[in-house]
């Protein structure tokens, strides 16, 4: 059974920071991977995928993935008190013919 | 972007009634329409998965016959709650999925309170 880990946190980052967020993966089949925010009583919004071993970067946002050590990060560079929220990670198979598999989230407070 | 909407938004039923909740892409056809729940502090476990046309695959844990899902059109998906229990109290999320496979829109989610 596919298993996203993340750390709950709260993860706390003064604003103007890097904030770094982390998730591990067990099923080394995963191809696609995703970072989702989630405010709180809301569904989750799409902020990055990434599908190859390297770094890609949108905005602030940049994401990390190293498929031999199943490790997926996501950097948030100059942290807004509006970044905060729960960041989820999220891995599908291939052909994306599956439904995504979420990790707990982990709870981020940019502190102004 | 792409638009998904659910209705209702929130729902109180008493126990042992059904709710039908529905799933709405509303500027494209999505091949697909994924069901997914989300209990208090805990992430969004799928539920089950929906093809227009054909019987929904269902997770394991989750009982087909308890979580009713109709996807009737390419635009329409259903999840009907059949003798609802206060433990199926929970944030259900609908997602569809069209042209490029690696991406997901999601509805913004509807909120079951049994009494």
């Known amino acids: 059974q596919k298993e996203v880990e993340q750390n709950s946190g709260p993860l706390s980052v003064p604003e103007g920071a890097i904030a770094s967020l982390n998730c591990t993966y067990s099923d080394r089949g995963s191809q696609s991977f995703f970072w989702y925010r989630q405010y709180s009583g809301k569904s989750p919004e799409l902020i990055m995928f990434i599908y190859s071993n390297g770094d890609k970067e949108d905005g602030r946002f940049t994401a990390q993935l190293n498929k031999a050590s199943q490790y997926v990060s996501l950097l948030i560079r100059d942290s807004q008190p509006s970044d905060s929220a729960t960041y989820l990670c999220a891995v599908t198979g291939g052909g994306g013919a599956d439904g995504l598999t979420f990790g707990k989230g982990t709870h981020l407070i940019i502190q102004p | 972007g792409a638009v998904v909407s659910q209705h209702p938004s929130w729902v109180i039923c008493k126990s042992g009634t059904s709710v039908k909740i529905e799933c709405r892409s509303l500027d494209f056809q999505a091949t697909t329409m994924f069901w997914y729940r989300q209990f208090p502090k805990q992430s969004l476990m799928l539920m089950a998965t929906s093809n227009e046309g054909s019987k929904a695959t269902y997770e394991q844990g989750v009982e087909k016959d308890k979580f009713l899902i109709n996807h009737a059109s390419l635009t329409l998906s259903t999840l009907t709650v059949t003798s609802a229990h206060p433990e199926d109290s929970s944030f259900y999320i609908c997602?569809?999925?069209?042209?490029?496979?690696?991406?997901?829109?999601f509805g913004p989610g509807t909120r079951l309170t049994v009494l």
């Open positions: 997602s569809a999925r069209w042209g490029g496979p690696l991406t997901q829109y």
